[in-house]
C-alpha cells in the first residue's frame, strides 16, 4: 500500500504519513461520515482561534395555494455572518418583489441572531445586479466560473459592530 512522506524542515528526515488507500480513486462520492469526520477534524483544529463552527439553517419556503415548495430562501448564519445560499422565484412570481421580501426576512433574522454582515456569491447572469440594488457590494470576480461567465462575490453589513469601552 503507498503512503505518503513530510519532509521534517529541521533535519531533512522523511515522517511518516497516514497512509493512502491504494488502488483506482472515485471523486465523485462518499461514504457515509467522511464530510463529518473531516468537518469535524477542521473544527477541532481551528477551534482555538475561531471558535467552534456551529451553522445554523435559515431557511424560507415559498409555497404554492396548494402549499409545495416552488421557491425560497435557503441559507445559514455562522460566526456571526449570513451565508445565502439559494435565493429563487419562479419566473411566474418574478416582478412582486417577493425576492426582495425574502431576503429581507432572512437579513432581519441574521440581525435577531447578532449577525454582523451578509455574503452571497452568483453568477453574473443571475442575480448580482439584485443583490447590489439590495446594497450588497461586490469584493471578488472569479472570471470564466462558469466558462463564458463570472462568478461575482458580494457582501453587505448588517449591523454595526459596539466599541469595546
Not at 488502488?23 to 469526520?37: D, K, N, S
Not at 447590489?132 to 458580494?154: C, I, M, N, T
Amino acid at each position: 500500500m503507498p503512503h505518503a512522506t513530510i519532509a521534517n524542515r529541521q533535519d531533512t528526515q522523511k515522517a511518516a504519513a497516514p497512509a493512502v488507500a491504494g488502488g483506482p480513486h472515485r471523486y465523485t462520492g462518499a461514504e457515509p461520515g467522511i464530510f463529518e469526520a473531516i468537518f469535524r477534524a477542521l473544527d477541532a483544529e481551528t477551534a482555538a482561534l475561531i471558535g467552534h463552527a456551529a451553522p445554523e439553517p435559515l431557511v424560507i419556503p415559498l409555497r404554492d395555494n396548494g402549499g409545495a415548495v416552488v421557491g425560497g430562501f435557503w441559507g445559514c448564519t455562522l460566526f456571526r455572518w449570513l451565508s445565502v445560499q439559494m435565493l429563487f422565484v419562479p419566473a411566474p412570481l418574478r416582478g412582486q418583489r417577493l425576492g426582495s421580501a425574502l431576503l429581507a426576512e432572512a437579513e432581519n433574522e441574521a440581525r435577531a441572531r447578532d449577525c454582523l454582515g451578509s455574503r452571497v456569491e452568483a453568477f453574473d447572469f443571475q442575480a448580482s445586479a439584485f443583490y447590489e440594488k439590495s446594497g450588497y457590494r461586490r469584493f471578488g470576480v472569479l472570471p470564466d466560473f462558469p466558462p463564458g461567465h463570472a462568478q461575482v462575490y458580494l457582501a453587505k453589513p448588517l449591523a454595526v459592530p459596539t466599541p469595546s469601552p
